[in-house]
């Protein structure tokens, strides 16, 4: 059983800095893509940031130069680097992967979801 487990939210002022976890745990052969994506009140859910397994990544437009992806793939995890932080940006972060597990079928990708950790950005 895949599960992703978020940490590293909370509350901070307009113009600090966070960086969120996302610790993968389970059987998995591979990791296709991994990324992060947020959903504000009221709002549909939107990519934040997304890495491949070739390291290429892409941003949202509202947070190209303020956040970073990265991964530690002895560590099974991976951050947002979250800097100059806006109001705007107060919202539920979700870890998202792609990932293919170890018993699976041959190609076989499957979704995987965390539960969220809130990021809150005051003014």
């Known amino acids: 059983q895949v599960q992703l487990v978020e940490s590293g939210g909370g509350l901070v002022q307009a113009g600090g800095s966070l960086r969120l976890s996302c610790a993968v745990s389970?059987?998995?052969?591979?990791?296709?893509?991994m990324g992060w994506y947020r959903q504000a009140p009221g709002k549909q859910r939107e990519l934040v940031a997304e890495?491949?397994?070739?390291?290429?990544?892409n941003y949202a437009d509202s947070v190209k130069g303020r956040f970073t992806i990265s991964g530690d793939n002895a560590k099974n995890t991976v951050y947002l680097q979250m800097d100059n932080l806006k109001p705007e940006d107060t919202a539920v972060y979700y870890c998202?992967?792609?990932?293919?597990?170890?018993?699976?079928?041959?190609?076989?990708?499957?979704?995987?979801w965390g539960r969220g950790t809130q990021v809150t950005v005051s003014s």
């Open positions: 389970g059987s998995i052969f591979r990791f296709n893509v």
């Open positions: 998202h992967a792609v990932i293919s597990p170890l018993k699976a079928p041959s190609g076989s990708k499957y979704d995987y």
């Open positions: 890495m491949t397994s070739a390291f290429n990544t």
